[in-house]
């Protein structure tokens, strides 16, 4: 027996199946399934849940993000993070961070590549602190969580 929230999501034919997710991706499987129901019925996509502070983020702690922060002084990861807490953490689009930075495409991606080897050598981690999909341009845009902003201002 479904209650009345399972069954107002239900469309014609469809049927609620059980998936296993670890737990670092559940905000991401909740995002893309609001994305994917907010399309088909141009609702709001639910919020991604949030971490405690006191866990970690996609393998990202609390310290880790303080470190990036004070050991790295990347333009594009600066304006990431201004542009994310102005608009609330909604998504910023690699256009938004070339106009920000003045830089080219091509130099953005350097310095989210900095990031990258910042993350891997220096904490040893395989992640950025925050998510990556695709706007509507097909173009990559970011994603930084509430906690991990907070993280930062605190930094």
Request: proline share 6%.
């Amino acid at each position: 027996m479904m209650d009345g929230a399972s069954e107002s999501i239900l469309g014609d034919g469809d049927d609620l199946v059980n998936v296993a997710v670890p737990r670092r991706f559940y905000p991401l499987v909740i995002q893309t399934l609001g994305n994917a129901m907010s399309a088909e019925g141009g609702g709001q996509a639910p919020p991604v849940p949030e971490r405690s502070q006191e866990e970690n983020y996609r393998g990202w702690k609390r310290d880790d993000v303080r470190r990036l922060k004070q050991e790295t002084h990347i333009p594009t990861l600066l304006a990431l993070f201004d542009l994310s807490d102005e608009r609330g953490g909604e998504p910023v689009g690699m256009r938004d961070l070339e106009q920000s930075t003045g830089k080219t495409l091509g130099q953005v991606r350097g310095d989210l590549n900095a990031v990258t080897k910042f993350a891997k050598n220096e904490l040893g981690l395989n992640t950025w602190p925050f998510w990556t999909d695709r706007g509507a341009d097909g173009r990559a845009q970011y994603r930084v969580p509430e906690n991990v902003r907070r993280w930062w201002k605190e930094a």
